[in-house]
């Protein structure tokens, strides 16, 4: 089934072609598969903080992008 391209308004891409121009990219840019889960933990929030004081940290800093002004 073919998509439309986000970047080119007028042209259909398949999934085929999409999956070549994304390995393309990845290739060009010299990135590799992730093989190490482990690599991905992140470890920025502190050990005695519950996951409910993650959340509304997360919450929080939402709000603030949302109020923040653009000048």
Same mark, same amino acid.
């Given at each position: 089934m073919a998509q439309?391209? @986000?970047?080119a308004d007028d042209e259909? %891409?398949? @999934? !085929?072609v999409a999956r070549r121009e994304l390995e393309?990219? *990845? /290739?060009?840019?010299?990135v590799k598969p992730i093989v190490d889960l /482990?690599?991905?933990?992140a470890d920025f929030w502190p050990?005695? !903080?519950s996951v409910d004081d993650f959340v509304q940290g997360v919450?929080?800093?939402?709000? *603030?992008s949302e109020t923040r002004? %653009?000048?």
């Open positions: 439309r391209n @986000p970047i259909l %891409v398949t @999934p !085929e393309r990219l *990845a /290739a060009e840019q010299g /482990a690599l991905l933990r050990k005695d !903080e919450r929080e800093g939402r709000r *603030a002004s %653009v000048k």
